[in-house]
């Protein structure tokens, strides 16, 4: 099982990774959207920083997932980010969520995974 968490952890870190870099040194064309989900791009566009601190949290996170260090506060800031894109691809863009529920489940596992270290969180 530690094979699966280190496998599961790296592999989400290199996707944050990659997501993140593309976004801030726009690497790749982003691809046109249209419809609900393109007025959701705009909306996240005009507030101005909306989308940079996304990319940073999966910045951080994705250094984190790499290289082992504070991964359990890793996998809690990056769950609602997690969970928004998997919502986001759900019901605006479904050819997403092939890259969108494995990351979500990969953090679910994760967060599992180091059950023990949440335990005092949510103890009255």
């Not at 599961?8 to 790749?28: E, P």
């Not at 064309?29 to 249209?34: D, L, W």
């Amino acid at each position: 099982m530690k094979i699966a968490t280190l496998v599961v952890r790296v592999l989400i870190g290199l996707l944050l990774l990659f997501a993140s870099i593309t976004y801030f040194f726009n690497l790749i064309e982003q691809p046109e959207t249209t419809g609900n989900m393109k007025t959701f791009e705009l909306g996240l566009a005009a507030s101005a920083y909306l989308m940079p601190l996304a990319k940073a949290v999966e910045l951080l996170c994705g250094l984190s997932y790499v290289s082992g260090k504070y991964v359990t506060l890793a996998n809690i800031v990056l769950l609602p980010v997690s969970l928004n894109i998997l919502l986001i691809n759900y019901f605006m863009a479904p050819e997403g969520l092939p890259i969108a529920l494995p990351m979500f489940l990969g953090n679910l596992f994760l967060i599992y995974r180091n059950w023990n270290n949440y335990k005092t969180v949510f103890t009255p």
